[in-house]
C-alpha cells in the first residue's frame, strides 16, 4: 500500500509492513537491518565490517502492524495481531566470513513475513556469529522491555503494550525489536598426521 500520508488508507485485516514509501522506513517489507554496535548512522541491509573477536552487531527488526487504529477495541478489537513473535536465524552453525540472517514475523491472525540481511567481513576472516544471551528488546510507545532469548530459536513474544503476542494497528503502535550478535574466533582444526603402513 503506498503512504500517502497521515491519511493513507489502513489494511482491512491484521496485516505486517505492508506499506511502501514510508518516511524514514522506506518499504516496509525491507525491515530487517543491522549496523556495528555503537554506530551512530541508520542500520542497513548489509553490515560490512571488519570481524575481529568481540565485534559485535546490533540487528533491527521493525513491526508494523497496518490495520485500522479504530479497531483495535483497547486491545481485543479485531485489528489487533495475535500471538505474535520475532524470530531470528542468524545462520551461524558453522564459521564463515559472511552470514546472511533472516527475520521473521509471524502472528495466528496475520500472514507471516520474512526478510534478510547479510554480515561481510571485510577482512575475511573466517569466524563464528553467536548471539549475546539477554540482549532482545523491544521499544514501543510503552517504553523499553526485554525480550525472550527465544527469538533465535522458536521465536519472542512482542506486543504493543508488552510483550504478549498482541501488536495493535496504527502508526503510532509499531515496535522495534534489536538484539546484539558478537564475533567469536572459530576453533582451530589441527591436523593429525597420517601414517600409511604397507603391509607384506
Known amino acids: 500500500i503506498p503512504y500517502t500520508g497521515v491519511n493513507t488508507p489502513p489494511s482491512a485485516v491484521p496485516a505486517f509492513n505492508v506499506f511502501t514509501g514510508v518516511p524514514s522506513e ?52 479485531a485489528s489487533v495481531a495475535k500471538n505474535t513473535k520475532v524470530k531470528v536465524d542468524l545462520k551461524n552453525a558453522i564459521a564463515k566470513s559472511g552470514f546472511a540472517p533472516d527475520a521473521t514475523i509471524s502472528s495466528s491472525n496475520a500472514a507471516a513475513k520474512s526478510d534478510g540481511m547479510s554480515i561481510t567481513c571485510t577482512d575475511g576472516k573466517v569466524v563464528k556469529l553467536s548471539y549475546v544471551k539477554d540482549t532482545a528488546k523491544q521499544f514501543t510507545s510503552a517504553g523499553t522491555q526485554s525480550l525472550s532469548n527465544d527469538i533465535v530459536t522458536t521465536g519472542a513474544a512482542i506486543g504493543t503494550k508488552s510483550p504478549d503476542g498482541n501488536v495493535w494497528g496504527c502508526w503510532e503502535q509499531r515496535v522495534y525489536v534489536t538484539l546484539t550478535v558478537e564475533v567469536k574466533e572459530a576453533p582451530v582444526v589441527i591436523p593429525t598426521d597420517a601414517i600409511c603402513k604397507i603391509e607384506n
Open 26 to 77: 522506506g518499504n516496509e517489507s525491507d525491515f530487517f537491518r543491522g549496523k556495528v554496535e555503537g554506530d551512530t548512522n541508520a542500520s542497513v541491509n548489509d553490515v560490512r565490517s571488519t570481524c575481529e573477536t568481540g565485534k559485535r552487531f546490533t540487528l533491527r527488526v521493525y513491526v508494523h502492524n497496518g490495520a485500522s487504529q479504530d479497531n483495535n477495541g483497547n486491545g481485543s478489537g
